[in-house]
């Protein structure tokens, strides 16, 4: 018995013990927001694990929560195709005067807190279990910044914008509108490290390819050009041919703001630095998929392996993460300048030798051909066979969860 004691004793020391959170973080940001958790974790002396990869999610969410915020401030309700300006903002009554700055505000704070969220994620120890539940109807962002939660502010009504979409079915034919599933809880264990300090990558590489293309002069430019033809007794194109009605910026605005941006010479530290964020986005989500394939538990999962759920009840086909992998190995590819987009029929796009030395990104010139000449190159090119064959895996649904997988 004493024998059995002993060995019982010795084997639980030698094994790591899954470290408990502090608190239920959950919580403490369903009451006091994510800036407030932020600051209560930041005090701890002696964080757990799960508490920084708790601080982590909130300097994550806290950034998109930043930036969702500045748009609030001078009204910036429209939505357009970029990240973070394609959710929805509920109107400010009282806004302040538009600032050209804005877009560029919003990418470089929204760097800063992915540098952030990395370098939390960074102090995780490497061996140990994590388990870290957050409750999807506990998370908010102030986007008014009132430090209370108002309607419209729920993770799940920002995030519902997206997801809401009507897809076309494969299986069924038809088209459908996803339902936001009900979820009671999400375990996110060490495997979610490496997804979300993929995602950081993700947005750190969006925010610099933004900041390449310098667009605050443009934004005024066109601004200032609105305003002018305001004066003169019209709204421009979009109001006389599209039917729009409202104000800066309509289509024309941002489709002008867009095309103007594009043709200038862009920052080649930026894209360089784009570059890198996605190969480093590729090398830790092959990570992910190796740490979540070994896992042998089945716990409210956030992306399961082919013997566990989601615990958002959605169905992933087997196979989905050898697809996956098959699209991150031709993005991978392509940054490296080993496949080249197609352009002709022996001729290809280098994407690596225009992210190492850009130039600008003239619509008529590019269609012509003769803007893309610096670029162009013999050798093998990309297909689109992985991205059909992850589409028909996931029933037509790929943007979807190419977001979701990162």
Excluded at 137 to 162: H, Q, T
Excluded at 257 to 274: C, V
Excluded at 364 to 391: C, D, Y
Aim: aromatic share 8%.
């Amino acid at each position: 018995m004493r024998k059995f004691i002993s060995c019982t004793i010795l084997s639980l020391l030698s094994c790591p013990l899954q470290a408990a959170p502090t608190q239920d973080w959950s919580a403490l940001i369903a009451k006091d927001g994510l800036a407030r958790t932020e600051t209560a974790i930041t005090d701890l002396s002696d964080p757990s694990a799960e508490d920084l990869l708790a601080l982590a999610m909130t300097q994550f969410l806290g950034g998109i929560e930043a930036g969702l915020h500045d748009r609030w401030k001078v009204g910036q309700s429209q939505e357009s195709a970029l990240p973070l300006f394609r959710l929805p903002v509920p109107a400010n009554p009282n806004p302040a005067p538009f600032d050209p700055a804005l877009v560029e505000t919003v990418f470089r704070n929204l760097e800063t807190r992915m540098e952030d969220a990395r370098a939390t994620l960074s102090r995780i120890p490497a061996e140990g279990d994590i388990g870290l539940v957050l409750r999807p109807a506990d998370l908010w962002l102030d986007i008014d910044g009132s430090g209370d939660r108002a309607e419209g502010e729920s993770i799940l009504a920002v995030g519902a914008n997206f997801l809401a979409q009507p897809r076309f079915n494969f299986d069924t034919g038809v088209m459908e509108t996803p339902q936001m599933p009900k979820v009671d809880g999400i375990r996110f264990d060490r495997a979610d490290v490496s997804w979300l300090t993929a995602y950081t990558h993700l947005l750190s590489a969006t925010s610099n390819t933004v900041l390449a293309f310098q667009p605050t002069a443009v934004i005024e430019q066109v601004f200032k050009g609105r305003k002018a033809l305001i004066a003169l007794g019209t709204t421009g194109p979009a109001d006389q041919f599209m039917g729009e009605t409202g104000g800066y910026p309509n289509s024309a605005d941002m489709m002008a703001t867009a095309l103007l941006a594009l043709r200038q010479q862009p920052l080649a530290d930026h894209t360089r630095k784009t570059r890198d964020h996605l190969l480093a986005m590729v090398n830790h989500n092959r990570r992910f998929w190796t740490e979540v394939a070994a896992e042998t538990d089945n716990d409210q999962e956030w992306i399961p392996n082919k013997h566990q759920t989601s615990a958002l009840g959605a169905l992933f086909p087997e196979g989905v993460d050898v697809a996956w992998l098959a699209i991150l190995d031709d993005a991978e590819k392509l940054l490296k300048g080993e496949l080249l987009v197609p352009y002709g029929e022996s001729i290809g796009f280098d994407v690596s030798a225009w992210l190492e030395n850009p130039g600008p990104v003239d619509l008529v010139e590019w269609l012509h051909g003769m803007g893309m000449a610096p670029f162009l190159k013999t050798g093998p090119q990309i297909s689109n066979a992985n991205w059909r064959a992850f589409e028909g895996l996931v029933s037509g649904n790929a943007v979807l969860f190419a977001i979701w997988l990162n």
